[in-house]
């Protein structure tokens, strides 16, 4: 079949029966049945074509297919460059590795000439299930494997969706991937993840956000279970892939690297986009005592820097690193706060700054002299 216009390969017959009705009158119209079977990989099961052409109105064209393939990484040789771009084919041809489809249709009803439909004057939709897909949405990113997904191609977009798929140690589920308009470039990839938080690090240690959101989790490191909503928007022409997204923590521990020291029953959310991350004010308890945190990420033009910010109100004979004896000693609470600086240089060793200021006037003290002082 010629193919140059429209496919970049040839569109191989094996064998095919068609049964063929043409009607030619005052109105002038066609119909024709089609049966194919294609070579070597997808199968066009079974077709109808239908062409009107009115005497004095537009023309009519009607496509009904069912389509099958155990290859999807052959995928490629049936997207139509013509009308879906050079670099969305590009880009699809990359993304698509492997997987089966079976019953996939094709529906297309409408005026040809007013193709793509952005005016609902016709339709043209693929639906494909795909299985055990290997999806590959971005070179630099790790691909998504055993997937079952849903690809929906409507007139000039392509909607994708799965129930669920691992990301590395963490499980995204409710995952669309949207292409609104073939001329927009533009896939939006949305998901809902839930996972352990120690899965977190590694999994962005394998993405172009490693010396970023991949060395702050470095730093910073999440224990048990977090829920997260992403959103990927990857440009079609090779540009840069923008990351973000919301993390909750519900009770979490956070092992802050440069302290040496866990932050327990961590609670809250912070946001990110690329590796900048910013979070809302979180609680926690540290040395069995309420504490207040927050903290928050940039990229800086040597360095990924990392603020952490730290107060709390607390009893000193409560935090139970403190003698028995000094504890009995002790009474009232020392109001303060903490600063925690973070730098990463991206060709380097990281480097900390750790300041702490605090207020003894609402603590007395029964130790011996010199140690001893009433509140106030």
Request: contains cysteine.
């Amino acid at each position: 079949m010629p193919y140059e216009t429209v496919f970049r390969a040839p569109l191989e017959i094996a064998d095919g029966q068609a049964t063929i009705s043409w009607l030619n009158n005052d109105k002038v119209s066609s119909w024709m049945d089609v049966i194919l079977t294609l070579k070597p990989k997808p199968s066009m099961r079974a077709a109808v074509f239908r062409y009107l052409q009115p005497a004095n109105d537009e023309p009519w064209l009607g496509i009904l297919a069912g389509i099958s393939t155990d290859d999807g990484s052959q995928a490629w040789r049936y997207f139509p460059e013509n009308l879906m771009g050079k670099d969305l084919v590009d880009y699809l041809s990359g993304a698509i590795q492997g997987g089966e489809a079976d019953n996939a249709t094709l529906v297309y009803g409408g005026n040809p000439q007013l193709f793509p439909y952005k005016h609902n004057e016709g339709q043209f939709e693929v639906l494909v299930p795909l299985r055990n897909a290997k999806f590959a949405f971005q070179p630099d990113w790790p691909a998504l494997t055993n997937l079952d997904i849903e690809l929906d191609f409507i007139n000039d977009g392509l909607w994708m969706k799965t129930d669920g798929v691992n990301l590395g140690g963490v499980r995204a589920s409710n995952l669309t991937a949207v292409i609104p308009d073939y001329s927009k470039e533009k896939l939006l990839i949305d998901a809902d993840i839930k996972g352990p938080g120690k899965a977190v690090g590694p999994y962005f240690d394998e993405t172009p956000l490693k010396d970023s959101l991949g060395a702050t989790l470095q730093e910073l490191q999440l224990d048990g279970d977090v829920n997260a909503r992403l959103h990927l928007d990857i440009p079609l022409n090779g540009e840069l892939v923008t990351a973000k997204g919301e993390v909750t923590l519900r009770n979490n521990s956070l092992f802050i690297k440069p302290l040496d020291s866990t932050l327990k029953n961590l609670s809250g959310k912070f946001s990110f986009i690329n590796g900048d991350l910013q979070s809302e004010p979180l609680t926690a308890s540290w040395f069995n005592q309420p504490l207040n945190v927050d903290f928050s990420t940039k990229e800086g033009a040597k360095a990924y820097q990392v603020a952490v910010n730290l107060n709390g109100n607390w009893q000193p004979a409560k935090t139970g690193v403190l003698p028995e004896a000094v504890n009995e000693a002790l009474s009232g609470s020392v109001a303060w706060d903490g600063k925690v600086g973070i730098d990463l240089p991206y060709h380097a060793g990281a480097t900390y700054n750790v300041e702490l200021n605090g207020d003894l006037k609402n603590v007395s003290s029964h130790l011996p002299s010199p140690l001893a002082k009433p509140c106030g």
